[in-house]
């Protein structure tokens, strides 16, 4: 009945299984599988439909396996050699149609002696179980992230790493101080194109305020991995129009600054002279307002910041300069560690954003900066006239205007502090992004060579033949030696599962399939070393198997039921088992009385003689010899209920 069929296909089952949990791991760890079908690995949705697409193929061959598996188990136990009967329960434990509560009631349920029946019960219950567990599971941490296919060409590129601050480069941006410290300036490190921020959610969902005794109570804490703009790394890719196709320019081993800060101590006590400066504006030769920055090393590699703001009423009688009984308020303090690592770094083509990064192996090294070279480049990126003014120089030689209006611009946004303004988490939080940005952009602008590759980003990369303009670039630093390999490239989607959930999986799965294959081998090898014993020609259906090759009898072995094995068609016969399964039907065997509509598994009596047997609820089955017995109402679930293999001569 295509029995050979089916059970000789266990090991094709065994082995579809393998490659589908193989592939379905492959395309877990970075789809693999589909690294070069444009079609799939540029869409999100289409790389996490593939991975569950192969996901729950193998959890239907696995399914299919641990079926195919159950079945022969079953068989084998019917047709053990040297044993004629098996237990019914046994039988029902490891039938494919019997229910989930069926299961449990076998396996937890009262009237069941059997520990065998209760630990099939068990075992098929915990498979149920497993298949779609495991397809859970696969799918449970799934990220799907960017991957880079570089483009092949001839000529290598290196692009331009961060370096130590040099303070004296500051000069070279006196004549145009507000035009890199522009109005978002407090968005500096904010700015997509130069930086990203790795601050974890938990500790980014804290908003940087202080209480009102000014210290931190929340535990204000930022981190930063500044790599820079693409027009400063790589200046001559940004402007080459080759390979238009690829979307990427990819720096592959750039060293940038990771940055980290928290709130500093409110308390701390600067050194007026050597730590602090005033800043201020003037306009048609009045003073604006004025700031106050105070700048220390609170450690070799830390820096500690405060800025205070001329009060207005101060500021109203243009004597933020003369008076300086406000450069010792309270007021919001900040500390900044530096360190350099190198990154992995996927710059948009298009808009210039950071859109991926990842750390390389090496270890972040610390930077020794130092408060004068801060201090030292806002004296020349600030240069305060009306600070000049008071350092001797006579009002004759003080120009109408300052150099820059960052320092106006500054004292006007920045809130003087308060009990009310601590506490706001708006201000507060406007204001440690300021005093952030405070800290880094000298770092970034002041580096050997940055001038020089800035000031053609500015002019858009024109073209511009003035001998004084060429004269400027040669005054300006030199650019360091250039280490970063960069290139164009191309992106693609991934989907990476965490290691251990793929580690999981492959053990759940893996547990699974390797017990198949065992139980398969193991029964291969008893009917080849027992030739006496074989099992039956199965067909594709269950039942009708159990109709037409087994006995069913009790504890006294009184025949219940017995198979017709010989009456059924096989594959082989002229007459398609199919066909013949359409035109036989089955109907309800009615009880005598509502109150016998339960289930009865027994006939009431065994009659004795040479002739037909028969039960009330059962007719004429075959002419077997038999002792008269009565049997009475028995537990379905009773160990005494036997199930043979009817010998058929088929």
Same mark, same amino acid.
């Given at each position: ?186 968005? $500096? ?10 601050? !974890? ?68 006590v600067f050194n007026s002279t050597r730590d602090c400066r005033t800043y201020s504006s003037r306009y048609l030769g009045f003073q604006a307002g004025a700031i106050r920055l105070c700048v220390g090393n609170s450690g070799p590699h830390e820096l ?61 090294? !610390? ?31 003080? !120009? ?5 209006? $960052?320092?106006? $611009? ?144 009790? *504890? ?11 009456? $059924? ?25 509502? *109150? ?28 077997? !010899? ?25």
């Open positions: 009945m295509g029995g050979a069929f089916r059970i000789s296909h266990g090991s094709v089952l065994i082995f579809l299984t393998l490659s589908l949990l193989v592939l379905t791991c492959l395309q877990a760890s970075g789809s693999i599988l589909t690294t070069n079908f444009t079609l799939v690995n540029q869409s999100r949705g289409y790389s996490i439909f593939f991975l569950r697409t192969f996901s729950e193929l193998a959890g239907v061959s696995l399914s299919a396996t641990i079926s195919t598996t159950l079945e022969r188990i079953k068989w084998a136990m019917i047709c053990r050699q040297g044993a004629g009967r098996a237990r019914f329960v046994d039988f029902l434990a490891l039938q494919h149609s019997t229910t989930l509560l069926g299961l449990l009631s076998l396996a937890a349920g009262a009237g069941v002696p059997s520990i065998k029946t209760r630990l099939w019960s068990a075992i098929r219950l915990l498979l149920m179980i497993l298949v779609p567990g495991i397809g859970i599971l696969i799918m449970s941490q799934v990220e799907i992230g960017l991957a880079f296919s570089p483009v092949s060409s001839t000529t290598r590129y290196f692009g331009y790493d961060n370096h130590p601050m040099n303070a004296t480069s500051a000069l070279e941006y006196t004549s145009f101080t507000d035009l890199i410290l522009s109005w978002k300036f407090a968005g $500096f490190l904010g700015d997509p194109t130069r930086s990203v921020d790795l601050t !974890p959610d938990n500790e980014r969902g804290r908003v940087c305020s202080l209480n009102v005794n000014a210290q931190d109570s929340l535990g204000c804490n930022r981190t930063f991995f500044v790599a820079g703009e693409n027009m400063l790394v790589m200046p001559e890719l940004v402007r080459d129009a080759s390979f238009p196709d690829a979307d990427i320019i990819l720096a592959s081993d750039h060293r940038g600054f990771l940055l980290n800060f928290n709130a500093g101590n409110s308390s701390a500690e910041a405060r800025l205070v703001t001329c009060p207005g009423s101060i500021a109203s009688t243009l004597t933020c300069l003369n008076d300086t009984s406000w450069h010792n308020n309270v007021d919001w303090t900040i500390k900044m560690s530096v360190m350099f690592q190198n990154s992995q770094v996927a710059y948009s083509r298009s808009n210039g954003t950071i859109l991926w990064h990842s750390f390389t192996d090496t270890s972040p090294v !610390p930077v020794e900066v130092l408060s004068t070279d801060i201090l030292k480049a806002y004296d020349a990126l600030l240069l305060d006239t009306s600070t000049l003014l008071f350092n001797g120089s006579s009002s004759g030689n003080v !120009p109408l205007f300052s150099s820059s209006s $960052f320092p106006t $611009f500054l004292w006007l946004a920045e809130p003087e502090f308060s009990d009310q303004n601590a506490i706001n988490p708006a201000t507060s939080n406007a204001i440690y992004s300021t005093l952030q940005s405070l800290l880094a952009a000298p770092m970034y602008y002041c580096q050997s060579g940055v001038a020089r590759r800035l000031i053609p980003a500015i002019l858009d990369a024109k073209t511009v033949n003035v001998p004084e303009l060429t004269y400027l670039f040669g005054l300006l630093s030199a650019p360091p030696e250039r280490n970063s390999p960069a290139s164009f490239a191309h992106h693609r989607y991934e989907v990476k599962v965490s290691f251990g959930t793929l580690i999981a999986y492959i053990v759940l799965s893996g547990t699974a399939l390797l017990a198949c294959s065992i139980a398969h081998t193991v029964i291969s090898l008893s009917d080849h070393v027992r030739h006496g014993r074989r099992l039956p020609r199965l067909s594709r259906f269950p039942t009708l198997d159990l109709f037409a090759h087994c006995t069913i009898e009790d *504890e006294n072995r009184c025949v219940i039921y017995q198979g017709r094995s010989g009456f $059924f068609p096989t594959e082989h016969s002229p007459k398609s088992l199919k066909r013949w399964l359409s035109t036989i039907s089955i109907k309800w065997s009615q009880p005598r009385n509502m *109150e016998d509509g339960g289930l009865q598994l027994f006939g009431d009596e065994c009659v004795e003689g040479h002739g037909d047997w028969s039960s009330i609820s059962m007719g004429s089955i075959s002419p077997i !010899p038999s002792r008269s017995k009565l049997v009475g109402s028995m537990s379905p679930y009773s160990s005494r209920t036997k199930l043979s293999l009817f010998r058929s001569n088929d």
